[in-house]
C-alpha cells in the first residue's frame, strides 16, 4: 500500500509575507554567521552570533501560529495565535535591531528585513482583526 498525503499550503496573504521573511531571515543569516563565526583574541565567540540563529527560528515559528489562528474555530483560539504572531513579530524586529549594531557587515540586509517586518506587523494587525 501507498499513502500520499499532502499538507495544504495556506494562502493568505499573511502566509506568503511570513513566507518572504523567512527566505529573507535564512539568507541573512547564513551571510552573517561566517563573519560572527570567528573567535576573538581570547578565544570567545561573538556574543551576538546567536541573535542570527534567532531571527530564523522566531521567522519559522510564525507559520504554525498564523496556520492555528486561522483554522481554529473560536475567536477567543484564533486571538490566542494572532497575539503569538504579533509577539514573534515584535521579537525578530529587535533582533534584527540587535544584530544591525553588532555587525560590520549586512546593516543594509537588516534593514530590509527590518522593513519587511514592519509592513508584516501592519499586516499582522488587520489580520487579526479580521479573525
Not at 31 to 43: I, Q, R, T
Not at 111 to 121: M, T, V
Request: charged share 25%.
Amino acid at each position: 500500500m501507498h499513502y500520499s498525503f499532502s499538507i495544504p499550503i495556506p494562502h493568505s496573504p499573511i502566509y506568503k509575507k511570513a513566507l518572504e521573511i523567512f527566505t529573507l531571515s535564512k539568507s541573512i543569516s547564513q551571510f552573517l554567521v561566517y563573519d560572527l563565526s570567528g573567535l576573538d583574541e581570547e578565544g570567545k565567540e561573538h556574543p551576538d552570533i546567536y541573535f542570527t540563529g534567532d531571527i530564523v527560528q522566531k521567522s519559522i515559528s510564525l507559520f504554525p501560529e498564523i496556520i492555528n489562528a486561522e483554522q481554529k474555530t473560536f475567536s477567543e483560539e484564533k486571538q490566542k495565535h494572532a497575539a503569538s504572531v504579533a509577539h514573534l513579530s515584535k521579537m525578530l524586529y529587535k533582533n534584527c535591531e540587535r544584530l544591525e549594531y553588532s555587525v560590520p557587515k549586512g546593516k543594509e540586509f537588516l534593514r530590509l528585513l527590518r522593513k519587511e517586518i514592519r509592513g508584516f506587523r501592519k499586516m499582522q494587525h488587520h489580520w487579526a482583526l479580521t479573525l
